[in-house]
């Protein structure tokens, strides 16, 4: 009897503490939603032609904001590539982007 109350506690107990995590970083939610959905949606000459055409171009001001906290705060760095590093390195891979 005690095992079947703490299986169902243990799991709400790791379902709200990722629901945590998720709500403490919104904007970096936003840019991980976004750079998953680019990834998922391209084809692959898609990535290649905006590889090429980005370089030296800058980045939106929102994007630039993100990526500043990233360098500042290692543990919202740790959150926004786990969920974004298997996606992109996933289709990366795929298009022949990475050996």
């Known amino acids: 009897m005690t095992k079947r109350f703490w299986l169902p506690a243990i799991t709400l107990v790791l379902l709200f503490a990722g629901g945590a995590v ?6 970096m939610d936003k840019l991980a939603d976004r750079v998953v959905a680019k990834y998922q949606t391209s084809s ?4 290649a032609q905006e ?12 994007e ?3 990526v500043q906290l990233l360098h500042e705060d290692p543990q919202m760095r740790g959150e ?7 996606p992109v ?3 990366l891979f795929e298009c022949g982007m990475i050996p």
Do not use: I, M, T
Not at 22 to 27: G, K
């Open 22 to 27: 998720a709500q403490r970083y919104p904007l």
């Open 44 to 47: 692959c000459e898609q990535l």
């Open 51 to 62: 590889r090429a055409a980005s370089r030296g171009r800058p980045k939106p001001a929102e």
């Open 64 to 66: 630039q904001r993100v």
């Open 80 to 86: 926004f590539f786990n969920r974004v590093s298997a």
């Open 89 to 91: 390195v996933n289709k």
